[in-house]
């Protein structure tokens, strides 16, 4: 069973940059396929983008350009660089692999809060 722990959410003015990181105990993180996902307040999660093992990439339309998803497998670690943040980008960031259920369990995330 992998955990997975997110990090290096803050409050930033938009436009500034941000770097999340998710540590994942447990050597299978390789295998699996990875996403970061966020969810504002009144809204439903949603997918922000998704790595596979291979490191092939997806983002949500919002963020593409802007957002980059990496992972360092020998680091079992995954990151999200976030440039040109707005303030809807505001959120918690949560990571899980990829096709997560919303009825599965989510670590407590970590906040991104984007101030115009």
């Known amino acids: 069973q992998v955990q997975l722990m997110e990090a290096g959410g803050g409050s930033v003015q938009a436009g500034a940059s941000l770097r999340l990181s998710c540590a994942a105990s447990?050597?299978?993180?390789?295998?699996?396929?990875m996403g970061w996902y966020r969810q504002a307040p009144g809204k439903q999660r949603e997918v922000v983008a998704t790595i596979t093992s291979g490191g092939r990439t997806n983002y949500a339309d919002s963020v593409k350009g802007r957002f980059t998803i990496s992972r360092d497998n020998a680091k079992n670690t995954m990151y999200l660089q976030m440039n040109s943040l707005k303030p809807e980008d505001t959120a918690v960031y949560y990571c899980?692999?990829?096709?997560?259920?919303?009825?599965?369990?989510w670590g407590q995330g970590t906040q991104v809060t984007v101030s115009s």
């Open positions: 447990g050597s299978i993180f390789s295998m699996y396929a």
């Open positions: 899980n692999p990829r096709n997560w259920p919303d009825d599965h369990y």
